[in-house]
Structure formats: C-alpha cells, structure tokens
T-cell receptor, first 115, second 112 residues
Framework: GAVVSQHPSWVICKSGTSVKIECRSL??????MFWYRQFPKQSLMLMAT?????????EQGVEKDKFLINHASLTLSTLTVTSAHPEDSSFYIC???????????FGPGTRLTVT | GESVGLHLPTLSVQEGDNSIINCAYS??????FIWYKQESGKGPQFIID?????DKRQGQRVTVLLNKTVKHLSLQIAATQPGDSAVYFC???????????FGKGTSLLVTP
C-alpha cells in the first residue's frame, strides 16, 4: 500500500531557530502534497498545497516566508519553520495524493515543540 | 467539513454497542467524502470513503451514509470495540489534487 513517512517524528527547538520537516512518499510518486497543522484537541487545518516543481499555494493567514515549502521531487516535500516561536508548537502532518480519485495518504505527523 | 472548533465533542459507548458519528459538511461542490480515525500522536488513518453519487457504502463493521440534501455525513461502527477509541474526522474533497477540508472531529470513547 501507499506509505508516507515524515522525519523527524518529533523535534524540540529553541525560539528563533529554524526546523525542517521532511515528507516522503515511499512507494509511489506524488505530484501534489499537502501540509496540515493540528493544535491539541482540534481538527487538521490546511497550511499549503505543494506541487512538484512549482511554488506552493498557501492558505489565507499562513505566512509563506515563515513556513517555507519545497517540493523538489515527486517523492519529497519539505516544510521549514523559520525563526520558530512557541506559538508554532504544533503537530504538523503531510499528505500525498494517491492514484485513486480524491484519495490522500497521510504521514504519521511531526510534533514540534518550541521552547 | 465544519469550521475548526475549539474542543472536540465526545461520544461514549459501551463495548459491543453500535456507534454513530455525525458530520455536517459545507461545500455543495464536494463530491468525495472520507472518514478518518486518528489515535493520539498519530496521523489520520483512512476508514471508508464515499462518492457523491452514492448514499451508502459499507465496509467491515463500518457504514457511511451520505445525505446531500442536508449536507450530512455519518459513520456507523457496528459492535464497537475498545480499539475503536480514537478521534474520528470526516473530510470533504472536490477531487484529485484538491486538499481535504476536515470537520471538527468527534472523540469516541469505548467503555468495557
């Protein structure tokens, strides 16, 4: 089956530093990947849509200069949280479009804690 | 799905009973709907999906019902087990290449 991995699974960083999160489709190619953020006891909120070889499309209210997304290949998208602050602490989840109509495969998520 | 809420509603059921989790969606143009299960600290896990040209679809112990007239989706879990305890999200989609719009989720707690 289609598997999406994320690395790291959790990370703790100091305020002001940058953190990169990787999202990989392990056994399929994903033209489109999505990045979501989830706060405790809340739903997933879309941050951006990432298409291979082009600039990401960010949702309203998501700062593109703070959350840098790169989708350089059909199997890898990265999210870099720049100058992280405690309010950026969250669970970041990526997904990749599958072959089946409308289907998306989710990664296991990355827990980011900014101290 | 509905806009993100601040707290998850909780459904508590006894082991062996049937569970029904409801969801209202917002976009009448959505034509694909999915139910996901999310355990603590993990990513969403696909349960069952349904296209807008159907009103019912059954899987193993799960059934999804779609009422497009009132934009309502439900997930029925038969003979609920302790392992079913998790947060359940509905999601709507306009098709391939589009992001999912998630509902606010329901926390299911199965008691012995």
């Amino acid at each position: 089956g289609a598997v999406v991995s994320q690395h790291p699974s959790w990370v703790i960083c100091k305020s002001g530093t940058s953190v990169k999160i990787e999202c990989r489709s392990l056994d399929f190619q994903a033209t489109t990947m999505f990045w979501y953020r989830q706060f405790p006891k809340q739903s997933l909120m879309l941050m951006a849509t990432s298409n291979e070889g082009s600039k990401a499309t960010y949702e309203q209210g998501v700062e593109k200069d703070k959350f840098l997304i790169n989708h350089a290949s059909l199997t890898l998208s990265t999210l870099t949280v720049t100058s992280a602050h405690p309010e950026d602490s969250s669970f970041y989840i990526c997904s990749a479009s599958g072959q089946r109509y409308g289907e998306q495969y989710f990664g296991p998520g990355t827990r980011l804690t900014v101290t | 799905g509905e806009s993100v809420g601040l707290h998850l509603p909780t459904l508590s059921v006894q082991e062996g009973d049937n569970s029904i989790i409801n969801c209202a969606y917002s976009n009448s143009a959505s034509d694909y709907f999915i139910w996901y299960k999310q355990e603590s600290g993990k990513g969403p896990q696909f349960i069952i999906d349904i296209r807008s040209n159907m009103d019912k679809r059954q899987g193993q112990r799960v059934t999804v019902l779609l009422n497009k007239t009132v934009k309502h989706l439900s997930l029925q879990i038969a003979a609920t087990q302790p392992g079913d305890s998790a947060v359940y999200f509905c999601a709507e989609n306009m098709g391939s290449g589009y992001a999912l719009n998630f509902g606010k989720g329901t926390s299911l707690l199965v008691t012995p």
